[in-house]
C-alpha cells in the first residue's frame, strides 16, 4: 500500500510541476480573469479580418538553455503571449543574452482548411525568433515589435498532430537592436528585460492562388478622395473595394470621391468599414474585411490680422488648428510587462485617457498590438509613436556593459540649447538593424489613422544621422508629421521641435519656423502604499507629493503655465504620465490601475481648459 501512494505521489507531483500558477508581485484586476487555455482569445488584426483562424495562445512547453545549446527537454510550461520575465507567463525568470528560451507545443489543422496554404502569425516575438514546424524550418524572424508569418504548408503532416517549436534570443541593452525601456540592470526610469513571444500566435487558412497582404488608406482632403493602396500576391487579375458607413454603400474602386465625408477626430471618431476582394476570371480568391478613417494631419500657421500680431506654426487635424494635448503612455504592466493581461486592460488606459479629456497619447518608444491602435481608431485617440531607443546614455548601466557597446552610447545630449549635442557613433550593422525595424514598424501600423506623429529619436538615446533618419521616415510615410527628435538633438530636418523640461513645463528651445512643443514635462510622484512595485524604494520627478490635494493643485498649476505657453507659440504638450511603472510613481493611475490620484473630474476639467486655448 506504501508503494502505490508513493507512485500516486510521484505523478501527482509531476503533474503539478507543469502546472500554470501566475507569479509574485503586483497585479491587476484583470490577472485574475486571465483564462490559461484561451488567453487573449481576441482576433488580433482588427484591421484586416478573415473568417477562418486559430489561436495558438496558451500553455506552451518552454525550456531555457545556455544559447548554443540545443533544445531536448522542456523544463515546464509557459502561458503564451506572456514573456518569461513576467508573472503571468508563470516562468518569471531571467533570460539574458547568454541563453535561448525555447517553446513547444501541437495543434491539428482543422479538416476544413483542406486545399488552402496555412500561415503561422507571431504578433511580436523580443528578438530573434526561429521557428520550425514538425522538425522543419519554416524561418527567422528579428526584431521585437512588429508582427510576422510563414507559409508552414510545405512543412506540414498529411494529418494528426502538428508540432511547432521557436527558439528566442534577446540581447536586450547588451546589443544594437531596438529595445525601448528594456535594460539588464533595472534602475529609474530603465525596466525589466522582455524576452520571447509577447504577442498573439495564430494560424490562418489562406487561398492558394492569390491573397492580400495589407492595406492602406490615404485620404486627401483636398479632393475629398480615398486612396487605397493594396498589396497583394499571387495570380489574380482584379481588385475589388467597396466602402460603406452605418451599413449603407458610399462608394467603390481603389481611389473613391466621397461627398460629404465624416471625418475622423478626437472627438467624432467616424469609421468607414471596408471590404477588399481578390478575384481571378470572375471569381473571388480572397476577402478581407477592414475599415477606413477620414483624416487629415497638417502644418497650419496662426492668423496674422496685422503686423504686431506672432504667427506661430500649429499642428492642424482636418484643417483646424487643433492643440494636442495628453499622457506619455509607456504601456507596461506590473503583471505581463509589454503584454496587458486582457484586451478589457488594453483598452481600459485609454479610455481612462479619454475621460480625462485629453485628445492624444504619446506612445512612448514601445509598439503596441494591433488591438491598441484599433481601440484608438475606434475611441477617437491621436497617437505620437515612438521608435524604441537602440542606447541611452545612462552612466549607472554603461559599467555593466561590454566596453564596445557602452562605447556606442556616450553622445553628448543638449536639452536646452540647439547647439552642442553629438550623434552616437554606430556602426553601420546598428544603422542598418535600426532602419529595418523602423521601417517594419511604420509599415505595420500606418493603415491606423489615429498615428498622426512619427518620432523616430527620444532624448539623443541612440541618435544618428537624423536628416537621413527624417527622409527615411518621410519616404515611408509622407502623411503624417515628424518629430524628429523628442527632447533630443536638433537637426532642423522634420516638422516638430519638440523639448522636454521637469518637473514644470518650460519651452527653453524656440524656431518660429517649426511647430514647438513640450514633448515631457510633469513627472510628478506620488506613492500609493499597497499598490507599489516596490514599497520601499520610489522616486518621481522633482518632489514626491504626500497627499491628492498637492498633487492636484500643481498640476494645476502647470496647466496654467500652459495656457500661457500656448499664447506664445506651444502647439503641443505630453504630461509624464498614464500610470506608475515599476519604481517610477509619477502616474496619474497607480501601476496595478487601481488608484487614480487625482478627483478625475476635475483633472478633466483642467485638461478640456487647455485643449480649449487654441
Request: hydrophobic share 35%; proline share 6%.
Amino acid at each position: 500500500m506504501k508503494k502505490i501512494f508513493t507512485l500516486t505521489a510521484a505523478l501527482f507531483a509531476a503533474a503539478c510541476a507543469f502546472a500554470w500558477t501566475p507569479g509574485e508581485g503586483l497585479k491587476t484586476r484583470w490577472a485574475a480573469q486571465v483564462d490559461p487555455s484561451a488567453p487573449l482569445p481576441e482576433y488580433p488584426r482588427p484591421q484586416m479580418v478573415r473568417a477562418d483562424w486559430m489561436n495558438l495562445n496558451g500553455l506552451w512547453d518552454y525550456a531555457i538553455t545556455p544559447a548554443d545549446a540545443t533544445y531536448s527537454k522542456p523544463e515546464g510550461q509557459i502561458l503564451v503571449p506572456f514573456c518569461a520575465e513576467s508573472s503571468l507567463s508563470g516562468v518569471q525568470r531571467h533570460v539574458g543574452s547568454a541563453n535561448a528560451l525555447w517553446y513547444e507545443r501541437s495543434f491539428k489543422i482543422p479538416a476544413k482548411w483542406k486545399d488552402r496554404d496555412v500561415l503561422l502569425h507571431f504578433g511580436a516575438v523580443d528578438w530573434k525568433a526561429e521557428v520550425w514546424v514538425n522538425g522543419t524550418k519554416v524561418g527567422e524572424h528579428t526584431g521585437g515589435y512588429t508582427p510576422f508569418s510563414f507559409n508552414i504548408t510545405p512543412a506540414l503532416k498529411r494529418s494528426g498532430k502538428q508540432t511547432v517549436r521557436v527558439r528566442v534570443w534577446d540581447a536586450s541593452d547588451e546589443g544594437f537592436q531596438p529595445r525601448g525601456k528594456q535594460i539588464e540592470h533595472t534602475h529609474g526610469i530603465w525596466y525589466t528585460p522582455v524576452t520571447g513571444i509577447w504577442q498573439t500566435v495564430w494560424l490562418e487558412p489562406v487561398n492558394k492562388q492569390s491573397r492580400i497582404v495589407s492595406y492602406n488608406p490615404v485620404w486627401d482632403a483636398a479632393s475629398s478622395t480615398l486612396k487605397v493602396d493594396v498589396e497583394a500576391e499571387g495570380n489574380f487579375d482584379e481588385t475589388r473595394i467597396e466602402l460603406s458607413y452605418a451599413g449603407g454603400p458610399v462608394a467603390s474602386g481603389c481611389e473613391m470621391k466621397i461627398d460629404s465625408p465624416k471625418l475622423w477626430s478626437p472627438d467624432s471618431p467616424n469609421m468607414y468599414d471596408l471590404t477588399i476582394w481578390l478575384l481571378k476570371d470572375g471569381k473571388v480568391t480572397d476577402r478581407v474585411e477592414g475599415y477606413a478613417c477620414l483624416r487629415s494631419v497638417s502644418v497650419l500657421a496662426d492668423p496674422k490680422p496685422d503686423r504686431n500680431t506672432n504667427s506661430y506654426k500649429r499642428i492642424g487635424l482636418n484643417g483646424q488648428r487643433t492643440f494636442f494635448f495628453g499622457p506619455l503612455d509607456q504601456g507596461w504592466w506590473p503583471d505581463g510587462l509589454y503584454t496587458a493581461p486582457t484586451d478589457e486592460a488594453l483598452k481600459f488606459d485609454i479610455l481612462k485617457t479619454k475621460q480625462w479629456g485629453w485628445n492624444m497619447i504619446r506612445k512612448h518608444i514601445k509598439v503596441e498590438p494591433a488591438r491598441w491602435y484599433y481601440w484608438c481608431d475606434v475611441l477617437g485617440m491621436s497617437v505620437w509613436q515612438d521608435m524604441p531607443c537602440i542606447a541611452d546614455h545612462s552612466s549607472k548601466t554603461n559599467a555593466f556593459r561590454k566596453p564596445e557597446i557602452a562605447r556606442m552610447q556616450r553622445n553628448e545630449w543638449q536639452r536646452d540649447s540647439f547647439l552642442g549635442g553629438t550623434d552616437c557613433v554606430v556602426p553601420q550593422e546598428w544603422k542598418d538593424n535600426y532602419y529595418k525595424e523602423w521601417g517594419e514598424i511604420i509599415d505595420a501600423l500606418k493603415s491606423f489613422q489615429c498615428i498622426t506623429v512619427w518620432v523616430p529619436f527620444n532624448e539623443a538615446w541612440g541618435q544618428f544621422d537624423t536628416p537621413e533618419v527624417v527622409a527615411f521616415t518621410r519616404a515611408k510615410d509622407p502623411t503624417r508629421l515628424i518629430n524628429e527628435a523628442s527632447g533630443g538633438n536638433y537637426a532642423f530636418a522634420g516638422d516638430i521641435l519638440d523639448t522636454h523640461h521637469y518637473a514644470s513645463p518650460a519651452m527653453n528651445n524656440f524656431e518660429a519656423k517649426f511647430i514647438n512643443v513640450l514633448g515631457e514635462y510633469g513627472g510628478l510622484g506620488y506613492p500609493v502604499p499597497g499598490h507599489l512595485w516596490q514599497e520601499d524604494n520610489n522616486w518621481g520627478y522633482g518632489k514626491v507629493f504626500e497627499s491628492s490635494n498637492q498633487l492636484q493643485d500643481m498640476y494645476d498649476r502647470f496647466a496654467g503655465m500652459l495656457k500661457v505657453f500656448i499664447s506664445t507659440g506651444c502647439a503641443a504638450a505630453v504630461y509624464t504620465q498614464t500610470t506608475d511603472v515599476e519604481i517610477e510613481v509619477n502616474g496619474i493611475m497607480t501601476y496595478d490601475r487601481e488608484v487614480v490620484k487625482m478627483d478625475e473630474k476635475r483633472l478633466r476639467e483642467t485638461n478640456l481648459s487647455v485643449i480649449k486655448v487654441l
